[in-house]
């Protein structure tokens, strides 16, 4: 098939609205064409390969999101079949035959881990090679071209650089056998893994070797029960109870699951993502990862071809998206962190949490999003110069929320051009939403002045007296 013709199957057979590599969107500043990474994770090669591919057939600009993907924007009219095409060449499409269901199988690739997978100090497995083989089988199911292109999965090893804020469909999260010494993976649907005591518990556990049958067993189970509509597992839970899920997985697989009390007790280990700035030890010494935040998640083709360098010049190196709009480069030789810290700087990427520019996270905005009341990105950049220490805001156009899955402790959601109102909480899972308002209809001065109030909690909510 033609790059066209797998790009046309693409938009006609899933009228999607998300953009993937074979479905170029548009948008106010051009196509956008997002390229999903395995593992977050990009080889030097591919790099600048992106990096040629932007500065020939887009605007030169890539955001990373927050499932630690890349999204290519201002792509230029009548360049979309090149830069599939370019892509393509440089291995960052799905795997496979590039058939009429190889368009699906760039959607299925929404499998998350930490960056720090396989590198992490603190975590219980590495979790790299069940990724690939989960990821393989993913998009070599053809009866997945089914699920919705937002459908997503979680695969956590236990690491201490974790994103756990964020509902996937599916989620798996190594714990410690308590019965003997081993690692088993608890797994919860339409949800994140448990931190605190009041989050809903694991529905049950499985051996890390019957992870990747699983995966195929639940997303099957999904396909057999969902009806039409259902395109979620909070829709499918919302008709079937999960015994009843789990009931039609362990026909599937001829297994019975692990299901106990301990299981249901469990709760992970709280993730440290200051982790995602700096340097720190990997699990060997003598390596450490070291992090960066390009501002407001946006690099440019010359910060791409920095990067490709650094990963080039450090042997063993890799380069990894984060699911906080930064980068992080793996396996960096303790005697090469300083050196490493100063390229990162030099190509304007912020690695030290007291840079405000670390703490603020703000979606495409008016600049190039129809749906946007404000310019987003100009608005937080302009913030960023006044945000108080520890403050973290995201600034979002509308309710969609495009930058964070998670809730950020204050959010300015635009109303109007350069007018928020501004929210507060202190739960990254609010089921409420961006949490209590604070006020209303706040310019970019008043919201500093208010993020800046010494005595903040103790300002009335807008709509409840307390946040308590
Ligand atoms: S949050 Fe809304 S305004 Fe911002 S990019 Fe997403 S859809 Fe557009």
Not at 192 to 217: D, F, M, Y
């Amino acid at each position: 098939m033609s790059h066209a013709d797998l790009s046309s199957n693409a938009s006609r057979l899933r009228p999607s609205a998300c953009p993937g590599l074979l479905r170029i969107v548009p948008a106010l500043d051009g196509g956008i064409c997002r390229v999903k990474l395995a593992r977050g994770e990009l080889s030097a090669a591919r790099t600048l390969a992106i990096a040629d591919a932007i500065d020939e057939h887009a605007c030169g600009i890539v955001d990373i999101t927050n499932r630690a993907n890349l999204q290519l924007r201002g792509v230029k009219r009548g360049h979309e079949e090149p830069l599939i095409a370019a892509l393509l060449r440089a291995g960052l499409g799905p795997s496979g035959p590039q058939d009429a269901t190889h368009a699906f199988a760039d959607d299925v690739r929404n499998l998350m881990v930490s960056p720090t997978a396989g590198r992490d100090a603190g975590a219980l497995i590495d979790t790299s090679p069940l990724a690939d083989d989960i990821l393989t089988r993913l998009q070599s199911d053809k009866r997945f071209a089914a699920l919705s292109p937002k459908f997503a999965l979680l695969l956590d090893g236990g690491e201490r650089l974790a994103m756990l804020d964020h509902p996937h469909d599916i989620w798996f999260s190594a714990m410690r056998d308590p019965k003997r010494d081993d690692v088993l993976f608890a797994f919860g649907l339409a949800g994140c893994p448990p931190v605190a005591e009041k989050h809903a518990g694991a529905i049950a556990a499985v051996a890390a070797s019957n992870v990747a049958a699983l995966t195929h067993a639940l997303v099957h189970t999904f396909l057999d029960l969902a009806a039409p509509e259902h395109t979620r597992m909070r829709d499918l839970l919302a008709v079937h109870s999960v015994e009843r899920v789990l009931a039609h997985v362990e026909s599937k697989m001829g297994i019975a699951l692990a299901r106990d009390v301990s299981i249901e007790r469990w709760r992970r280990a709280p993730a440290d993502p200051s982790l995602r700035l700096g340097a720190h030890r990997q699990h060997d010494e003598r390596r450490s990862h070291v992090g960066g935040q390009p501002v407001l998640g946006r690099m440019d083709s010359a910060t791409l071809r920095g990067l490709a360098r650094l990963v080039a010049d450090n042997d063993g190196a890799t380069l990894r998206m984060t699911p906080w709009q930064g980068v992080l480069l793996t396996d960096i030789d303790t005697t090469k962190v300083a050196p490493t810290l100063q390229a990162l700087d030099a190509l304007g990427l912020a690695c030290d949490a007291h840079n405000p520019l670390t703490r603020v996270i703000a979606c495409a905005g008016s600049a190039g999003c129809a749906k946007s009341l404000a310019d987003t990105k100009a608005d937080a950049s302009k913030l960023a110069a006044w945000l108080p220490a520890d403050a973290q805001v995201h600034l979002s156009g509308c309710p969609r929320s495009c930058a964070a899955a998670h809730r950020a402790p204050y959010t300015l959601l635009a109303v109007a051009p350069g007018r928020y109102d501004l929210y507060r909480t202190r739960d990254p899972r609010d089921p409420t939403g961006f949490g209590h308002c604070l006020a209303r209809g706040l310019t970019i001065d008043e919201a500093a002045g208010m993020l800046n109030h010494a005595a903040l909690p103790s300002i009335p909510s807008f709509d409840e007296p307390s946040d308590a």
